[in-house]
């Protein structure tokens, strides 16, 4: 497709278990980007890849929180043991990789995942 | 460290009437400054950004965003609300990563 692919749409589960959460970025994009959105508020960074690598994953709040991309495109969003408080809207994100990062990110539509 | 603030939750204006959503900035060094507008139960979708140039940098749907460094500050305009511009809007800052504001709602009452 043309745009950021987000699968699922929805997740609901309950406390304790394991998800998964797929992106798929825009061909062509090596930068991809996972953000956490709570109601009423903004996006909240987690993590960012550059081609297969995570190049910054400062936002991660803890070790229950994994991503991986490792062919380079498409990455899966991995929380363990989740919690009520991991609920909220994942947001994923692709660019180009410019010069001096200056461009802009395209999102997805986001899963939002209800962990009961 | 890089950030940007959205001084309101709400703006409220009557369709036809000029709008602004405000938006300062910190950063060190330059700063590249994005504006995305969201609605409901969507992603997120780019307006605008400024990298370098005219202060004034315009956008889609007629939105266009003021740079100014010496009040370091970015705020989005359009010089004529429409109710169909009620959204959620976001101020963003990037560096390696883009780090967004809290966001301002904004509503445009008929």
């Known amino acids: 497709g043309a745009g950021v692919s987000q699968t699922p749409s929805n997740k609901v589960t309950e406390k304790g278990k394991y998800v998964e959460l797929r992106c798929d970025p825009i061909?062509?994009?090596?930068?991809l980007y996972w953000y956490r959105q709570s109601l009423g508020q903004g996006p909240e960074f987690l993590i960012y890849?550059?081609?297969?690598?995570?190049?910054?994953d400062s936002g991660l709040p803890n070790d229950r929180f994994f991503a991986v991309r490792p062919e380079g495109s498409v990455s899966t969003l991995k929380i363990q043991r989740t919690e009520r408080g991991d609920s909220a809207v994942y947001l994923c994100a692709s660019s180009l990789t410019l010069a001096a990062n200056t461009g802009e990110l395209f999102f997805g539509e986001g899963s939002r995942l209800t962990v009961l | 460290a890089q950030s940007v603030a959205q001084p309101e939750d709400q703006v409220n204006v009557a369709e036809g009437n000029p709008l602004t959503v405000k938006c300062t900035y910190s950063v060190s060094g330059n700063p590249y400054l994005f504006w995305y507008v969201q609605y409901p139960n969507r992603g997120l979708q780019f307006l605008l950004k400024?990298?370098?140039?005219?202060?004034l940098v315009k956008g889609s749907y007629g939105f266009e965003a003021e740079f100014n460094k010496s009040q370091t500050s970015f705020h989005l305009k359009k010089p004529s609300a429409l109710v169909s511009d009620s959204a959620l809007y976001f101020c963003?800052?990037?560096?390696?990563?883009?780090?967004f504001g809290a966001g301002t709602r904004l509503t445009v009452k008929p």
């Open positions: 061909s062509g994009h090596t930068a």
């Open positions: 963003a800052v990037r560096g390696g990563d883009m780090r």
């Open positions: 890849f550059q081609g297969t690598g995570a190049a910054d």
């Open positions: 400024y990298i370098t140039g005219d202060n």
